[in-house]
Nanobody, 116 residues
Framework: QVQLVESGGGLVQAGGSLRLSCASSGDIFSINVLGWYRQAPGKQRELVATIFRSGGTNYAHSVEGRFTISRDNTKDIVYLQMNSLKPEDTAVYYC??????????WGQGTQVTVSS
């Protein structure tokens, strides 16, 4: 089973940018669907961006136009470029596959804090 490790979070002012990384222990290209999720304090975890093996992508309405998910097959990493950050983007961000989500398997995530 592929292991995924998130990194790149931090503290940023509103309007700033961060790039999150999701490193895979295996061939990232072999993963059919991979998503970035986030969970804010007191809220349910939500899917914010998805990338498919074909290269297609989907975004939640709340981040569309500001976030970009991409994949580097040579490095086995999936990125989440986050621009024009807002305080409401503050959350712990996770990358995961639908299969792992189904079994409730999550990594440690990476904290993103956006100050106003």
């Amino acid at each position: 089973q592929v292991q995924l490790v998130e990194s790149g979070g931090g503290l940023v002012q509103a309007g700033g940018s961060l790039r999150l990384s999701c490193a895979s222990s295996g061939d990232i290209f072999s993963i059919n669907v991979l998503g970035w999720y986030r969970q804010a304090p007191g809220k349910q975890r939500e899917l914010v961006a998805t990338i498919f093996r074909s290269g297609g992508t989907n975004y939640a309405h709340s981040v569309e136009g500001r976030f970009t998910i991409s994949r580097d097959n040579t490095k086995d990493i999936v990125y989440l470029q986050m621009n024009s950050l807002k305080p409401e983007d503050t959350a712990v961000y996770y990358c995961n596959t639908p299969q792992a989500v189904m079994f409730g398997n999550w990594g440690q995530g990476t904290q993103v804090t956006v100050s106003s």
